[in-house]
């Protein structure tokens, strides 16, 4: 890719990720922690936030986007500005998480991948937030939820406003 | 067992056969030697293994499960069985496993007849599958740009495309995505794949999920004649195979050559074909009558050559000069060479079409000074206005193995290259500055201690502790401003450090053209100055092969005031091109893919060229038009076969033999004077003229023969210029907007990239694009002119095609 990003990083998101290439012996591992800055800064990791952070690490742009593909917790698309993930792995499951999946559904009007038309939130279901034993589980922005059950929706979604 | 320290070797027993192998061999490898066959997917000799497809399994005695045998090291005593009833059990499940959710499209895919997967399921495979739910479904295929289709649902993530980026390329093109079961190969978003060597993935992916847009659908591989040849782009020769079926090229593969390019190729080789096979190419001679090109007979237009160059000998020898060399072959040139040097006896002839007059290319043989695989073994690789990629590509994949063990890439150009990643040293100047620039790095090289200038200490410090350097001086910097500044620098760098300078000049088979007499002889002019000649009426006869000057030329008002001012101008043409139009006589000439006979490469490496297919009509090759013309000014040139013109060079040339290398003439120590460093000729005035405008080089072009190559063509994109943000901003130049870039000699209209490849203060404007004249913008003696930008307001903003 060739030219600056149409929409560069900001000069703190740049300041911040050359500050994290310092903690490290490969500027590779501080990959993850520049994703992150960049998705802060953005709301999710665009074309061009995916091209700034290959600039400032002097890595590849394909490399960074294979990496950012990998993890669940980057985002590729939009997101609302509260991300609901609902873990939907074997314990999750025992324990009833497809009704609190159902229930976030009816209550937000979205199927799991969508947005709410207010851009509030965004519904995903994830494989395995690493919580079974206090299963159902699940992450709200970076808030862990216990044994969620339909009953606790109304209330949980009024603390994200 | 006996183990001499010295010579230490293990010995392991394979299917009951006592195997001895270097330590560090792996067990797949060590089989392979003894002829004992294992299947493989992932694992290439090319790249370090990886095992990721586990195709390869055996059993190895005291060790509980099945080994991949391509990571395993072979040890001393080890007893592995490639066919015990456990292995064949394991090759069957992973076969079976890797074929769930593979389409099975054996007969619509371009693999099928050369397909791994295909050929290892038929002789490994369970026979029958268990899967019966429903498979990966994605869409397909895949475009990932004009030459590389994707079909993700036949992948069997074996990673080889991946790591050919990563480890031969060092282009990263294509990345896995995802993970787990919805696991990709692909781009970022799809997006068209940047690289310039994707064809060599396409050959290495051992199913069909990786195939050639322009290949797609044309042949099944039985039905191809592969026809062995050597590319003849970019001038350094890759040995080729070109698979012929119908009478026509429909693919170009790589042949091994473990001297020149290994067992890879550039996409201008893999994609550069098309044009041989062109409906445009010249089939009967043309001669102008009442002003008109009209066809003729070879007679007729052969008594008229012959005539006119009769008379012209008769009047002075000197009155006939030739042009051209870079695509005529080795046989070609010592026939051309013989036809004016001895029966017309003239001495102007010049192969160097594109060279400007006074520039360092005129003084100096072109060619590299060591064989590839010697580069390949240096440790630090200086290169001056050289952009490897786009100029040379294989030589590049040789320098980057060597960057991987830990040589220092310095770059030293008036662009940023691809490669920079890799670089440990990179400077960007404007094309006025290079001169400068690299005797800066000479001076303080020289001075030792005394502390380089700041930005150089880098580049200081890695030749100074290199010791197998080599210095690459590219046609940007010798025909630049100061190129003769910029060698003998590059000269002082070279013999500081005990270096090897190159000089990396020369497309085709101009080096071929250098060694056998198309240069000028004793007296005679070189090509700019056969043009001034031309120009000012001292010629008769201007005869051109292998080369097409109208385009080549680097002042396009050159070009044309030798046009007028020569009574008659001869072309060998396969396409009607700018120079064939201005012609009074066209011959039409066969292509190098149509010709049997030798090359010469970079190296000076004498390379073989096999006719793969007829030419068109009756169309001829160079040396047979030649010889004709011989006869008819009573000189009888008797070559029976091919084998007796083989000898006719070796006699001219002692040392050339096929294959080798016989290197071309040093580096004079004392370089004549030039254009002087920093000139740069006054532009129209005005607005912007702060910026200068110089010419580069790009690997796709679309010039007479690579725009008639539909992936090349398409892969060049359309023509345009590189433009810094800094100036576009001041000039509200907006990204992929058109422009109109002006000189005080002319104007073109184009597409801006803004980018900083490109220094600020600085239009780059890539040749070779013939719908625009990069040389109408510029007038010798300069190489670099002032110029303006225009935003063309109205025009397609961002629009890039
Ligand atoms: S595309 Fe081909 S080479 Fe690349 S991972 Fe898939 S099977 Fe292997
Ligand atoms: S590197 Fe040069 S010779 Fe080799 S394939 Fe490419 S253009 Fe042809
Ligand atoms: S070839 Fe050995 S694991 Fe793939």
Redesign the pocket.
Same mark, same amino acid.
């Not at chain 2, 000074?369 to 050289?386: K, N, Q, S, T, Y």
């Not at chain 2, 440990?424 to 000479?442: F, K, N």
């Not at chain 2, 580049?459 to 190129?483: M, N, T």
């Given at each position: 890719m060739s030219g600056p990003p149409a929409r560069p990083l900001g000069a703190e998101a740049r300041a911040e990720i050359a500050r994290l290439v310092g903690l490290y012996e490969h500027r590779q591992s501080a990959l993850l922690p520049a994703l992150f800055v960049a998705q802060r800064e953005h709301g999710y990791l665009s074309p061009e936030a995916l091209a700034g952070v290959a600039e400032a690490l002097d890595l590849p742009v394909s490399e960074v986007a294979s990496v950012a593909s990998f993890y669940r917790l980057f985002y590729l698309k939009p997101v609302g500005r509260h991300v609901i993930q609902v873990c939907t792995n074997l314990a999750c499951m025992l324990n009833g998480c497809a009704a609190v999946v159902r229930r976030f559904g009816e209550r937000l009007g979205v199927a799991s991948g969508e947005t709410t038309a207010d851009g509030r939130f965004t519904l995903r279901t994830v494989e395995c937030l690493a919580a079974c034993e206090e299963a159902p589980a699940v992450l709200v922005d970076e808030d862990r939820w216990a044994r969620v059950t339909p009953g606790d929706i109304d209330r949980l979604l009024e603390r994200y406003p | 067992m006996a183990t001499d320290p010295a010579v230490r070797t293990v010995t392991l027993t394979i299917d009951g056969r006592a195997v001895t192998v270097p330590p560090g061999t792996t067990v797949y490898q060590a089989a392979r030697a003894a002829g004992i066959e294992i299947p493989i997917?992932?694992y290439h000799d090319r790249m370090p293994p990886l095992g990721a497809c586990r195709m390869c399994l055996v059993k190895v005695d005291r060790m509980g499960k099945l080994q991949t045998s391509c990571t395993l090291p072979a040890a001393d005593g080890m007893v592995v069985s490639t066919t015990d009833p456990e292995v064949v059990a394991g090759q069957e499940a992973i076969l079976e496993f890797l074929l769930i959710n593979h389409p099975l499209d054996c007969p619509i895919c371009d693999k099928g007849g050369e397909c791994p997967l295909q050929d290892q399921t038929f002789r490994w495979g369970p026979g029958r599958s268990r899967f019966v739910e429903a498979k990966r479904d994605f869409a397909k295929p895949v475009s990932l740009g004009p030459v590389l289709t994707?079909d993700?649902e036949?992948? %069997?993530? =074996?990673?080889?495309?991946?790591r050919?980026g990563e480890i031969i390329a060092g282009d990263d093109a294509?990345k896995?995505f995802e993970r787990g079961f919805t696991s990709e190969?692909n781009t970022p978003f799809t997006l068209p794949v940047e690289s310039k060597f994707i064809g060599n993935?396409i050959a %290495? =992916?051992?199913?069909g999920?990786?195939t050639s847009r322009t290949y797609r659908f044309r042949a099944r591989p039985w039905d191809n004649e592969p026809v062995p040849s050597t590319c003849t782009h970019c001038g350094l020769g890759c040995a080729v195979w070109f698979d012929v079926r119908g009478g026509e090229i429909v693919r170009t593969r790589a042949r091994e050559a473990p001297a020149v390019n290994d067992i890879w190729l550039c996409d201008l080789g893999f994609f550069g074909h098309d044009y041989v096979a062109s409906g445009e190419r010249l089939t009967a001679p043309l001669v102008r009558r009442d002003g008109r090109l009209t066809q003729a007979s070879w007679e007729e237009a052969l008594d008229l050559v012959a005539s006119r160059l009769r008379a012209a000998r008769d009047r002075a020898p000197g009155r006939v000069a030739f042009l051209g060399g870079r695509r005529l072959s080795n046989e070609d040139a010592l026939v051309a060479a013989r036809l004016f040097g001895e029966v017309i006896g003239t001495p102007h002839r010049d192969h160097r079409v594109d060279a400007p007059p006074g520039g360092a290319s005129l003084e100096v043989a072109w060619g590299l000074r060591a064989p590839l695989e010697e580069i390949a073994r240096g440790d630090v690789f200086l290169l001056v206005g050289c952009d490897v990629t786009e100029e040379y590509p294989i030589l590049w994949l040789r320098m980057k193995a060597a960057v991987d063990r830990g040589a220092a890439l310095l770059l030293l150009h008036a662009r940023r290259l691809e490669v920079r990643r890799h670089a440990r040293w990179e400077r960007l100047v404007r094309a006025d500055r290079l001169a400068a620039e690299t005797g800066a790095l000479a001076d303080a090289l020289e001075r030792g201690a005394a502390g380089p200038p700041p930005g150089l200490e880098a580049a200081v410090a890695a030749i100074a502790a290199g010791r197998r350097v080599h210095v690459v001086v590219g046609r940007f910097a010798l025909d630049g401003p100061g190129g003769s500044a910029v060698l003998a620098a590059a000269v002082r760098i070279a013999e500081h450090s005990g270096g090897v300078l190159h000089v990396a000049r020369g497309k085709g088979n101009d080096i071929g053209a250098q060694r056998f007499g198309l240069l000028p002889g004793a007296g005679g002019w070189p090509a700019p100055e056969i043009l001034r000649r031309a120009a000012a009426g001292d010629l008769d006869v201007l005869y051109v092969a292998g080369s097409d000057p109208a385009t080549a030329v680097t002042d396009r008002s050159a070009w044309d005031a030798a046009r007028r001012g020569v009574g008659f101008l001869v072309v060998h043409e396969a396409f009607l091109s700018a120079t064939a139009e201005a012609a009074d006589v066209v011959l039409p000439s066969l292509v190098l893919p149509e010709k049997d006979g030798t090359v010469t490469n970079l190296e000076g490496r004498t390379l073989p060229l096999r006719a793969a297919v007829r030419g068109p009509g009756a169309a001829r090759g160079d040396r047979e038009i030649f010889s004709l013309i011989a006869a008819r000014l009573g000189a009888l040139f008797t070559y029976g076969t091919g084998d007796e013109l083989f000898e006719a060079l070796r006699a001219a040339t002692p040392g050339v033999e096929a294959g080798a290398i016989l290197p071309v003439a040093p580096v004079p120590a004392r370089l004549a004077g030039d254009v002087p460093a920093g000139a740069v000729a006054a532009g129209a005035g005005g607005g912007s003229a702060e910026l200068i405008l110089a010419t580069i080089d790009h690997l796709f072009t679309q010039g007479a023969t690579t725009g008639r190559c539909r992936g090349i063509t398409a892969l060049a994109g359309a023509p345009h210029c590189l433009i810094h943000p800094d100036d576009a901003a001041r000039l509200g130049v907006e990204p992929g907007a058109l422009v109109e870039l002006a000189t005080g000699h002319g104007a073109v209209v184009l597409q801006a990239r803004v980018t900083d490849v490109t220094a600020p203060g600085q239009v780059l404007l890539p040749r070779g694009f013939d719908a625009v004249s990069a040389y109408a913008l510029v007038r010798w003696p300069h190489a670099v002119v002032a110029v303006t930008v225009r935003p063309l307001v109205a025009a397609a903003a961002g629009g890039a095609p």
């Amino acid at each position: 890719m060739s030219g600056p990003p149409a929409r560069p990083l900001g000069a703190e998101a740049r300041a911040e990720i050359a500050r994290l290439v310092g903690l490290y012996e490969h500027r590779q591992s501080a990959l993850l922690p520049a994703l992150f800055v960049a998705q802060r800064e953005h709301g999710y990791l665009s074309p061009e936030a995916l091209a700034g952070v290959a600039e400032a690490l002097d890595l590849p742009v394909s490399e960074v986007a294979s990496v950012a593909s990998f993890y669940r917790l980057f985002y590729l698309k939009p997101v609302g500005r509260h991300v609901i993930q609902v873990c939907t792995n074997l314990a999750c499951m025992l324990n009833g998480c497809a009704a609190v999946v159902r229930r976030f559904g009816e209550r937000l009007g979205v199927a799991s991948g969508e947005t709410t038309a207010d851009g509030r939130f965004t519904l995903r279901t994830v494989e395995c937030l690493a919580a079974c034993e206090e299963a159902p589980a699940v992450l709200v922005d970076e808030d862990r939820w216990a044994r969620v059950t339909p009953g606790d929706i109304d209330r949980l979604l009024e603390r994200y406003p | 067992m006996a183990t001499d320290p010295a010579v230490r070797t293990v010995t392991l027993t394979i299917d009951g056969r006592a195997v001895t192998v270097p330590p560090g061999t792996t067990v797949y490898q060590a089989a392979r030697a003894a002829g004992i066959e294992i299947p493989i997917f992932c694992y290439h000799d090319r790249m370090p293994p990886l095992g990721a497809c586990r195709m390869c399994l055996v059993k190895v005695d005291r060790m509980g499960k099945l080994q991949t045998s391509c990571t395993l090291p072979a040890a001393d005593g080890m007893v592995v069985s490639t066919t015990d009833p456990e292995v064949v059990a394991g090759q069957e499940a992973i076969l079976e496993f890797l074929l769930i959710n593979h389409p099975l499209d054996c007969p619509i895919c371009d693999k099928g007849g050369e397909c791994p997967l295909q050929d290892q399921t038929f002789r490994w495979g369970p026979g029958r599958s268990r899967f019966v739910e429903a498979k990966r479904d994605f869409a397909k295929p895949v475009s990932l740009g004009p030459v590389l289709t994707l079909d993700r649902e036949r992948c %069997i993530l =074996c990673w080889r495309c991946v790591r050919f980026g990563e480890i031969i390329a060092g282009d990263d093109a294509l990345k896995g995505f995802e993970r787990g079961f919805t696991s990709e190969i692909n781009t970022p978003f799809t997006l068209p794949v940047e690289s310039k060597f994707i064809g060599n993935t396409i050959a %290495i =992916c051992p199913v069909g999920a990786l195939t050639s847009r322009t290949y797609r659908f044309r042949a099944r591989p039985w039905d191809n004649e592969p026809v062995p040849s050597t590319c003849t782009h970019c001038g350094l020769g890759c040995a080729v195979w070109f698979d012929v079926r119908g009478g026509e090229i429909v693919r170009t593969r790589a042949r091994e050559a473990p001297a020149v390019n290994d067992i890879w190729l550039c996409d201008l080789g893999f994609f550069g074909h098309d044009y041989v096979a062109s409906g445009e190419r010249l089939t009967a001679p043309l001669v102008r009558r009442d002003g008109r090109l009209t066809q003729a007979s070879w007679e007729e237009a052969l008594d008229l050559v012959a005539s006119r160059l009769r008379a012209a000998r008769d009047r002075a020898p000197g009155r006939v000069a030739f042009l051209g060399g870079r695509r005529l072959s080795n046989e070609d040139a010592l026939v051309a060479a013989r036809l004016f040097g001895e029966v017309i006896g003239t001495p102007h002839r010049d192969h160097r079409v594109d060279a400007p007059p006074g520039g360092a290319s005129l003084e100096v043989a072109w060619g590299l000074r060591a064989p590839l695989e010697e580069i390949a073994r240096g440790d630090v690789f200086l290169l001056v206005g050289c952009d490897v990629t786009e100029e040379y590509p294989i030589l590049w994949l040789r320098m980057k193995a060597a960057v991987d063990r830990g040589a220092a890439l310095l770059l030293l150009h008036a662009r940023r290259l691809e490669v920079r990643r890799h670089a440990r040293w990179e400077r960007l100047v404007r094309a006025d500055r290079l001169a400068a620039e690299t005797g800066a790095l000479a001076d303080a090289l020289e001075r030792g201690a005394a502390g380089p200038p700041p930005g150089l200490e880098a580049a200081v410090a890695a030749i100074a502790a290199g010791r197998r350097v080599h210095v690459v001086v590219g046609r940007f910097a010798l025909d630049g401003p100061g190129g003769s500044a910029v060698l003998a620098a590059a000269v002082r760098i070279a013999e500081h450090s005990g270096g090897v300078l190159h000089v990396a000049r020369g497309k085709g088979n101009d080096i071929g053209a250098q060694r056998f007499g198309l240069l000028p002889g004793a007296g005679g002019w070189p090509a700019p100055e056969i043009l001034r000649r031309a120009a000012a009426g001292d010629l008769d006869v201007l005869y051109v092969a292998g080369s097409d000057p109208a385009t080549a030329v680097t002042d396009r008002s050159a070009w044309d005031a030798a046009r007028r001012g020569v009574g008659f101008l001869v072309v060998h043409e396969a396409f009607l091109s700018a120079t064939a139009e201005a012609a009074d006589v066209v011959l039409p000439s066969l292509v190098l893919p149509e010709k049997d006979g030798t090359v010469t490469n970079l190296e000076g490496r004498t390379l073989p060229l096999r006719a793969a297919v007829r030419g068109p009509g009756a169309a001829r090759g160079d040396r047979e038009i030649f010889s004709l013309i011989a006869a008819r000014l009573g000189a009888l040139f008797t070559y029976g076969t091919g084998d007796e013109l083989f000898e006719a060079l070796r006699a001219a040339t002692p040392g050339v033999e096929a294959g080798a290398i016989l290197p071309v003439a040093p580096v004079p120590a004392r370089l004549a004077g030039d254009v002087p460093a920093g000139a740069v000729a006054a532009g129209a005035g005005g607005g912007s003229a702060e910026l200068i405008l110089a010419t580069i080089d790009h690997l796709f072009t679309q010039g007479a023969t690579t725009g008639r190559c539909r992936g090349i063509t398409a892969l060049a994109g359309a023509p345009h210029c590189l433009i810094h943000p800094d100036d576009a901003a001041r000039l509200g130049v907006e990204p992929g907007a058109l422009v109109e870039l002006a000189t005080g000699h002319g104007a073109v209209v184009l597409q801006a990239r803004v980018t900083d490849v490109t220094a600020p203060g600085q239009v780059l404007l890539p040749r070779g694009f013939d719908a625009v004249s990069a040389y109408a913008l510029v007038r010798w003696p300069h190489a670099v002119v002032a110029v303006t930008v225009r935003p063309l307001v109205a025009a397609a903003a961002g629009g890039a095609p």
